[in-house]
């Protein structure tokens, strides 16, 4: 039982360039969530999706898009990243007594 | 706005010292609040939920416990193993109706052996 998969679990981008993390879970969890965390800000929610074909905006939704492709798959995209977006990137899925289950993690550097 | 402040931002201990750690909230209507560690390199695990003051749970040398307005968490004779990083997050209604978690910054404990 895998729970949340993020891929990839590092990169290295250039300023301007695009990417899209990915995430999948098997636990059949309607709710999705990406954050970033960041020294001394701790975690903070970019979006979220309560079931699928819903999305919605978090704390700190500038610069990202977010797709729910079917209910077990979440992805986040940065279109031009920038070096404010350097951070790490956590996707989790909750349970109906909101249990959050969070992946390993990627961790992003954009130069 | 509702808020989550966790105190200290890092504590040293040596094992078998025990202490505890503080998880401070203002949200009206607490609809429980949550606990979690998380290891370098690693996304948070779950640890416990707390629902009414009151309220305590253990787990192994963990132990949680709520009052109206703040969280505990106790550890009792802590191992090297113990060390983590420890989130206590509320939820947070949205105007979509649903709710999400709103995250404390976290607690540091180091554990020397």
Redesign the interface.
């Known amino acids: 039982n895998a729970g949340v998969t993020q891929t990839p679990k590092f990169q290295v981008l250039k300023t301007g360039q695009s990417m899209t993390l990915q995430c999948a879970q098997d636990m059949n969890h309607n709710s999705m969530y990406w954050y970033r965390q960041d020294p001394g800000m701790g975690l903070r929610l970019i979006y979220y999706s309560a079931s699928e074909g819903t999305t919605d905006k978090g704390e700190v939704p500038n610069g990202y898009n977010v797709s729910r492709l079917n209910k077990r798959e979440f992805s986040l995209r940065l279109e031009s990243a920038a070096p404010s977006q350097t951070s790490v990137y956590f996707c989790a899925s909750s349970d109906l007594l909101n249990i959050q289950y969070f992946g390993a993690g990627t961790r992003l550097s954009v130069l | 706005e509702d808020q989550v402040t966790q105190s200290p931002e890092a504590l040293r201990l040596q094992e078998g010292e025990s202490s505890s750690l503080n998880c401070s909230y203002t949200v009206s209507g607490l609809r429980?609040l949550?606990w979690y560690r998380q290891d370098p390199?690693?996304?948070?695990?779950?640890l416990f939920?707390l629902y009414s003051a009151g309220e305590e749970k253990e787990k192994e040398r963990l132990k949680a416990t709520l009052t109206k307005k703040e969280s505990f968490l106790h550890i009792t004779a802590p191992k090297p193993e113990d060390s983590a990083t420890y989130?206590c997050a509320v939820?947070r209604s949205?105007n979509?109706g649903?709710?999400?978690?709103?995250?404390?910054?976290?607690t540091m404990l180091l554990v020397s052996p």
């Open positions: 429980g949550f390199g690693k996304g948070p695990e779950f939920t989130l939820p949205r979509s649903y709710s999400t978690l709103t995250f404390g910054k976290g």
